[in-house]
């Protein structure tokens, strides 16, 4: 009996890229996502049978990049805010770019337009696009894709797993068919249920709800309702961290700092320390200078005589003379230490 061999390699890295086409609007791109994944394929003839001259000699890649599993990941211990849902977002109508590339180059580009504008709230788009070469003996398929949008709180989401199949070989002039197919699963299905119910509502039906089907849920992969619940928990952890680091506020230190250069005290503080009450009077001039300067209106200006010049010089005489003298005492007393 024949076994088919698989062989699986983990170099593939995803591109996703949402492109909004809404007629009329500018485009808009959200920001890219990149997915590293495993990619796997199968020998289609055993060791010991010689290869056909026509056939291939083994499978296409096939692949499932579990763009759910990426969200929990990356916000085990989130440092940023969460998103409200574990996908990406995307804009209502446009079409999705998703780019297969190595280490070295690229592999292949999918190109899926798509259109929510009328999925219900709750319900998922499940787009899957296969496209077949023609061979001698009919057709193979050769690249497929199988995407699933959501639609959460108004918002839209490329979201669960996305599966690919893809060929690594050289495109030949073969004749290529593409074929597409939408599936709506509406927000009444328990699969779908907990797209539009947030919080208490969401727990206190997950008792009630039936265990999701096989298909809906491969192997350790998350039920619908134990995504939710969980990441649901991503975001209460986030909220507490985020709250608890508010509340400490701004804590004062125990000590004051100390400067490890030290400026040198001035003349003009050391005469201010010999006479306080000078820096007091000097900047009692400065105001009286100030007022002086300005053009007193009719409701400002005094009655009687206004101001002359002389009083004016001299009060700076008078500032001239007090510092003279405090330079004088400064001078003594350096002379006297000596």
Not at 220 to 249: D, L, N, P, Y
Request: hydrophobic share 35%.
């Amino acid at each position: 009996m024949a076994t088919h061999k698989p062989h699986c390699a983990s170099q593939f890295a995803l591109r996703v890229r949402a492109i909004a086409t809404r007629p009329g609007l500018t485009p808009r791109a959200p920001e890219a996502l990149i997915l590293p994944f495993s990619a796997t394929y199968y020998d289609l003839v055993s060791e010991n049978e010689p290869p056909a001259a026509t056939a291939p000699c083994h499978s296409p890649w096939v692949a499932d990049v579990d763009l759910e599993a990426h969200y929990f990941t990356a916000f085990a211990e989130p440092q940023s805010e969460p998103p409200a849902y574990p996908g990406y977002r995307v804009p209502a109508i446009g079409q999705l770019q998703l780019l297969i590339k190595t280490s070295s180059a690229a592999v292949h580009a999918f190109v899926v337009p798509y259109d929510l504008s009328q999925l219900a709230p709750g319900a998922r788009l499940l787009a899957r696009e296969r496209t077949y070469v023609s061979t001698g003996n009919g057709e193979s398929l050769r690249y497929a894709v199988q995407l699933q949008f959501a639609r959460v709180d108004g918002s839209f989401y490329l979201a669960r797993t996305l599966k690919l199949v893809f060929s690594t070989a050289q495109e030949t002039d073969s004749t290529q068919r593409t074929e597409r197919a939408d599936e709506v699963v509406p927000p009444s299905s328990p699969v779908s249920l907990k797209l539009s119910m947030r919080g208490s509502a969401l727990r206190r039906s997950i008792s009630s709800l039936p265990a999701p089907s096989p298909t809906d849920s491969p192997r350790q992969r998350r039920s619908s309702i134990e995504a939710s619940s969980e990441w649901a928990a991503v975001r209460a952890q986030w909220r507490a961290r985020a709250t608890a680091f508010v509340s400490r506020g701004f804590e004062p230190p125990t000590s004051r700092p100390v400067s490890p250069n030290p400026v040198a005290p001035s003349a003009r503080s050391l005469l201010s320390a010999l006479a306080p009450d000078a820096e007091e009077r000097a900047s009692q001039s400065r105001q009286e200078k100030g007022e002086e300067g300005r053009v007193p209106t009719e409701k400002q200006r005094p009655p009687g005589p206004s101001r002359t010049p002389s009083v004016a010089s001299s009060s700076r005489r008078r500032l001239s003379r007090e510092e003279r003298e405090l330079s004088e005492r400064l001078r003594a007393m350096d002379l006297s230490d000596k």
